[in-house]
């Protein structure tokens, strides 16, 4: 099974997110908050260029910096800050794997913020354990036990938890 920045995401939100989306049942698409976060997505950073695939990563942003080249994550807010950071280092510790080196910037327009995020040892540490632990989820034959966190009431999978 192919870990995706997704999954990592999700992973430092909700563990039952992690067994949904490897199954691929997706959030209810109608959620406002998915609706904001397409739109802030889809009208920031219009300069840059943006959707960048590679192998399974997807990158939201990429464009040339003083020194290297940085890969951007446009967010929504800084909430998810943890989730985001983690996603970025994932991105960059898998391209430093193919021999590329690049810098990672969280970018949040409607809070003006930019946070740079450079890969180092403790932080592969912490991912490649965060990567066994997925593996693990998304070996179980029923999803974990849904665990009410701060996330919960805006989540497009509540109803999957809670209904």
Known sequence: MKITGTLIWY???CRRE???MSR????????PFLEIARIIHEN??????KEIEFENLKFDLIKRG??????????KSSRFLKSAKMQLLFYLWRLKNKGLNFTGEILIPKEKKKI???LREENERELKEAMREIKRIVSLEIPPKAEKNKYCSKC????????
């Open 11 to 13: 992973y430092y939100i």
């Open 18 to 20: 992690v067994w949904l």
């Open 24 to 31: 691929e049942i997706n959030p209810f698409e109608d959620n």
């Open 44 to 49: 920031s950073y219009e300069r840059e260029k």
């Open 66 to 75: 003083k020194e290297k080249i940085i890969i951007g994550e446009i967010k």
């Open 116 to 118: 740079v995020v450079e």
């Open 156 to 163: 497009a999978y509540f109803e999957f938890c809670w209904a």
